[in-house]
């Protein structure tokens, strides 16, 4: 079973301000995470994604997350807040079950991003 | 490359009708799943296909079917629409199930409102 949990429904940041999404995992499987953005009616969009290579792992637009096993976390993080950054966010845990890819998607964390 | 690509953009449904919801990507992917998204519950998986006629049931499969005759195509048939099935439909592709760390490619969304 997996799960994941993201710890904000919303975070309200003012542009050029420091961004942190949290998110918590759970797996019976090494899992793989990923962070995914959806703009207001669109489609989602890969920001980045971890697979057992490094724990560091770099995005698109500056974006970041830290993969922490012993705290099952897998946070995101971005130095400096864009007015374009304001949308929702995704944590993704994906493990395979032999039946093929299970993806388990968090609740989401809608960014906002002030003047 | 149009990647995934969906039809209609957003339907009004009467309770009881049937639709189609098309789906179709132009990457050569052999996976392909179908997600429904509710406010304040992610993204849940519907059915999804390793392969040209092969298709499983995800998360919420109840009410909907799916069929996947061809590597491009995966529509989704909702047989007698409730009004439990309002909400936007996502596809999503990607090259193969990979050990659950592929990239999903996903498509604009189909919003549909059952009255």
């Known amino acids: 079973a997996q799960s994941v949990t993201q710890l904000d429904s919303h975070v309200s940041v003012s542009e050029g301000t420091p961004v942190l999404l949290r998110c918590n995992y759970s797996?019976?499987?090494?899992?793989?995470l990923f962070w995914y953005v959806q703009h207001p009616n669109k489609g989602l969009q890969l920001l980045l994604k971890?697979?057992?290579?490094?724990?560091l792992v770099k995005g698109i637009n500056g974006f970041e997350a830290e993969f922490k096993k012993s705290e099952t976390s897998f946070h995101l993080t971005k130095p400096s807040a864009h007015m374009s950054d304001a949308a929702e966010y995704f944590c993704v845990v994906s493990a395979f079950t032999g039946g093929g890819n299970k993806l388990t998607f968090g609740t989401g964390t809608q960014l906002k991003v002030e003047l | 490359n149009a990647g995934v690509t969906q039809t209609p953009k957003f339907q009004v449904l009467k309770t009881g009708q049937s639709m189609t919801l098309q789906c179709a990507q132009d990457?050569?992917?052999?996976?392909m799943s179908w997600y429904r998204q509710d406010p304040g519950m992610g993204l849940r998986l519907i059915h999804y296909?390793?392969?040209?006629?092969?298709?499983d049931q995800g998360e919420v499969p109840n009410g909907y079917n799916v069929s996947r005759s061809t590597t491009e195509d995966f529509p989704l048939r909702l047989l007698s629409a409730a009004p439990s099935q309002t909400s936007v439909y996502f596809c999503?592709?990607?090259?193969?199930?990979?050990?659950?760390?592929?990239?999903?490619?996903f498509g604009p969304g189909t919003r549909l409102l059952v009255l």
């Open positions: 797996s019976s499987y090494s899992p793989s």
């Open positions: 971890y697979t057992s290579a490094a724990t």
């Open positions: 296909s390793v392969g040209a006629g092969i298709t």
């Open positions: 990457m050569n992917h052999e996976y």
């Open positions: 999503a592709s990607s090259y193969s199930s990979g050990a659950g760390r592929e990239t999903q490619y």
